[in-house]
């Protein structure tokens, strides 16, 4: 998707020009730390709680205003420090982490849910260096997913993959292929519309929308699928959705 779009918008930013660094750095990125992360993700919701794995997820928020400040020397503020603080109290309430019905929390799952925090913390950093080096968003993406691409094949020829998705299509039919149509757009769009905000904000103030993800989770459970939402879990998304709109107006003030 995103290389359609580099040939629409402007075939020629393919070719980096004396930029051999940033384009082995961007495919190194997406073979090596999103891989990581795509990988210790899965481990992750097989040994944790969906809960702890998504708490994780959003984790790298905080990872990153460090590694802002240390790379890039963006301040690292009270106000930031206390918003993130708060957006994830919120999410303790939004995911019910208190109330210990969701099983056991392994050594084994704390490993792969940190492994899932700081590689996707480092993966948001180096998108975030290329977007600063004026690098187009859908150009990061696109050798971004190559890197992964080719990290994958060594497991798993794309081959074996359309065999296998066969394989499934005549068990499920062709709502297969129309959830994974769903799923690779909603997933382009994340990681693009992330990466091209790194264009007007730093990465720790934009993986600080995370916290909207379990918010909207449990809304749409509620709204499409009758799934309860209980009090605590609206006062989560209150105090959340509260921490993120302060953040973006101190920011807007230049106080942050």
């Not at 980096?16 to 082995?24: A, D, I, M, R, V």
């Not at 890039?72 to 019910?96: M, P």
Request: hydrophobic share 50%; charged share 10%.
């Amino acid at each position: 998707m995103f290389f359609s779009v580099t040939l629409a918008k402007n075939p020629k930013s393919l070719i980096l020009k004396n930029k051999l660094l940033y384009l082995t750095t961007i495919c190194l990125s997406g073979g090596l730390l999103y891989s990581t992360y795509n990988y210790t993700y899965v481990k992750a919701i097989e040994s944790l709680p969906l809960a702890i794995t998504s708490l994780f997820n959003f984790s790298n928020a905080v990872v990153l205003v460090l590694l802002m400040r240390l790379f890039f020397k963006e301040k690292i503020t009270v106000k930031k420090v206390i918003c993130c603080l708060i957006s994830l109290v919120g999410i303790l309430f939004v995911l019910e982490i208190f109330s210990g019905g969701d099983g056991d929390i392994t050594t084994i799952g704390i490993f792969w849910g940190v492994s899932v925090t700081v590689s996707l913390a480092f993966a948001y950093t180096i998108d975030y260096f290329h977007i600063q080096k004026e690098i187009p968003f859908y150009v990061v993406q696109t050798y971004t997913c190559l890197g992964a691409i080719i990290v994958y094949s060594f497991n798993y020829s794309v081959w074996d993959l359309f065999k296998e998705l066969g394989s499934i299509t005549i068990q499920h039919g062709a709502v297969l292929w129309l959830v994974l149509l769903l799923y690779f757009v909603n997933v382009a769009i994340s990681y693009g519309a992330t990466t091209a905000s790194y264009n007007f904000i730093d990465a720790s103030y934009t993986s600080m929308t995370y916290v909207l993800e379990p918010t909207v989770a449990a809304t749409a459970g509620f709204l499409l699928y009758a799934q309860r939402l209980s009090a605590v879990q609206i006062i989560g998304m209150v105090i959340s959705v509260s921490a993120i709109v302060y953040m973006q107006y101190i920011e807007s003030k230049g106080e942050g």
